[in-house]
């Protein structure tokens, strides 16, 4: 078989080491006409791999399959690969090519890497020759390729990875939750949740699906599909749906045979979106055969991510915390509703993926007291906020200069927040690297 691989990340460089061990041909490109010869360079594309500078009906005709990275839209080569029957699969699609153990994705727009994160530290105290994969920066197939003994795969996938799926299947899938996300991609909302509903494309009627029954757009989707369901809420189940739910400080999971609970005491992680999250990975991982002892554990010791509502110090009596992770208005929202007793000065900004800044003000946490925009988006968000009538707001260009005006000694605030609504990408290569500068600003805020 000939492969090319589009987009030389991650994934593409995990793609071409699988298919390298599988002894099968290899084409790549990227749009970044030198990096090919880069990383040839730097030996991470062997001579077996051969560059196409162009795609063209001329380069493509002896092509078998299109491999594509998540950050390349499929929708620029749809059009000549249905021309010249070429399949396009995402990197997770090959991946389960060559891959015969058990999947387990958790999908949904926000809270996926905390989650998988956690049900990974729950399947591996059971089953070592576990791999974390997908979204969370694991090429599913280069894991493939350095451990032929897996035999269990815990995947986050993206709407991107699972845009072109054809037999990829999970056994247990989780569905946490849905809004809108990554509108710079897709032509609407619509079309986004029907990328994520691509997961269940090959569901079969003995494989599990757990989801939020909090939210009715997930479950209005997936009210005629057949097969196994289990429900997590913040509120009592009804009698006939088996799941998890919240009953003041303890976590309720009523199963066909018996009835657990956990105390929310000693876990470290906090808010309502992280009570979704443990619902969620816990119910995955009881169904995957984890006995509540070892799920119990683990909760006990995780002590959350990087990035993602972080504790970074507490400064003149204000507590700093590093949430860059949140790139859309649904997650900051989450954000702020984590800190529903203390008043919020909120860090908004960076670049627009396409989102409606009007809701994100209409349905504005009241606990919000001030707000700071910076970045490409910055103007655009104060404006709106003008409009929606909240005036406690100020606009600063750069993002390293958030601080530069701010008198933090007599500050009202008692938390200050980083909850962008908006990607890293006008002034950082990541969000991850926008969270290292928002930590480091607030080191320096300790030295004056």
């Not at 998890?244 to 105390?263: G, P, Q, T, V």
């Amino acid at each position: 078989m000939n492969y090319l691989i589009i987009g030389l990340a991650k994934s593409g460089l995990g793609a071409i080491k699988l298919l390298e061990k599988n002894k099968e041909n290899i084409f790549a490109y990227d749009e970044n006409k030198n990096l090919f010869d880069e990383l040839r360079n730097k030996n991470k594309i062997s001579e077996n791999v051969k560059n196409i500078k162009k795609i063209s009906i001329k380069t493509l005709k002896n092509i078998d399959y299109i491999v594509l990275s998540p950050g390349v839209n499929p929708k620029k080569y749809d059009r000549l690969s249905k021309k010249l029957n070429i399949k396009i699969i995402s990197e997770l699609e090959l991946g389960s090519m060559f891959f015969n153990g058990d999947i387990l994705t958790i999908t949904g727009t926000n809270g996926k890497t905390t989650t998988v994160n956690l049900l990974f530290e729950m399947i591996k105290k059971v089953q070592p020759t576990c791999e974390l994969v997908g979204n969370v920066g694991n090429s599913f197939c280069e894991k493939i390729a350095l451990n032929p003994n897996m035999k269990v795969a815990v995947c986050e996938a993206s709407s991107f990875q699972l845009e072109k799926i054809e037999k990829f299947n999970s056994h247990i899938v989780g569905f946490l939750n849905i809004a809108d996300d990554h509108l710079n991609r897709y032509k609407n909302f619509d079309e986004y949740f029907n990328a994520k509903l691509n997961i269940f494309k090959n569901m079969r009627n003995f494989d599990i699906l757990v989801l939020n029954y909090d939210d009715k757009t997930i479950l209005e989707k997936v009210k005629k599909l057949d097969f196994q369901k289990l429900y997590f809420s913040l509120n009592m189940l009804p009698e006939n749906l088996f799941g998890a739910y919240l009953d003041n400080e303890k976590i309720i999971f009523k199963l066909k045979n018996k009835i657990e609970e956990i105390s929310l005491t000693e876990i470290s992680l906090t808010g309502k979106h992280n009570i979704y999250n443990i619902m969620c990975s816990c119910l995955m991982a009881l169904c995957f055969g984890v006995n509540m002892g070892v799920i119990q554990e683990v909760l006990k010791n995780f002590k959350g991510l990087e990035h993602r509502i972080e504790f970074v110090d507490k400064i003149f009596d204000i507590d700093f915390y590093n949430d860059s992770k949140a790139t859309n208005i649904h997650a900051s929202i989450s954000a702020i509703n984590s800190f529903d007793d203390k008043k919020v000065l909120l860090l908004l900004g960076g670049e627009n993926k396409g989102e409606d800044f009007n809701k994100l003000f209409k349905n504005l946490p009241k606990n919000v007291t001030k707000i700071i925009t910076f970045g490409k988006m910055g103007k655009k968000i104060l404006k709106i906020s003008q409009k929606n009538k909240f005036f406690n707001v100020t606009f600063t260009k750069s993002f390293k200069d958030i601080f530069k005006d701010i008198d933090f000694k007599n500050l009202n605030e008692d938390v200050v927040l980083l909850s962008p609504a908006c990607s890293s990408f006008d002034e950082f290569k990541s969000f991850e690297e926008r969270g290292e500068c928002f930590k480091f600003l607030v080191k320096g805020l300790k030295n004056e």
